[in-house]
C-alpha cells in the first residue's frame, strides 16, 4: 500500500477521513469494531486486512472466543473461501 499511498496522497486522505469516523467512539468498543472489520476481511479474503484487524482486535482486548464468535459469522456470510480464510485469522491471533 505504501507506492500506492504516496502517488494518491487525496485518496488516502480522504480514507483516513472516513477510518477516523469509522472507528470514533461510539455505541461498539474498539474491540467489536476491529472483530467486525476482521469479519469482513475473512468474508472478503484479504490477508492484509486480517492481519491488521486482527491485531487491533487482539490490542482492545479482544478475546480468542470473541473472535471464534466473530469468524462464524464470516463463514456463515462468506461460505467455503471464508472458511479458509478464518483459519488463518486464528493463527494470527494465536501468533500475536
Known sequence: MGAFAKVTPGLMEGF?????????????????KELIATAIAVAKG???????????????G???????????IAVEMGGGPALMY???????????
Do not use: N
Not at 479482544?62 to 466473530?70: P, R
Open 16 to 32: 483516513g477521513k472516513v477510518s477516523k469516523v469509522a472507528t470514533a467512539s461510539g455505541r461498539f468498543t474498539s474491540a467489536q
Open 46 to 60: 484479504c490477508d492484509d486486512c486480517i492481519l491488521y484487524h486482527v491485531d487491533g482486535a487482539r490490542r482492545h
Open 62 to 72: 479482544a478475546e480468542e472466543a470473541d473472535l471464534i464468535e466473530a469468524l462464524e
Open 86 to 96: 478464518a483459519g488463518k485469522a486464528l493463527e494470527v491471533f494465536r501468533g500475536l
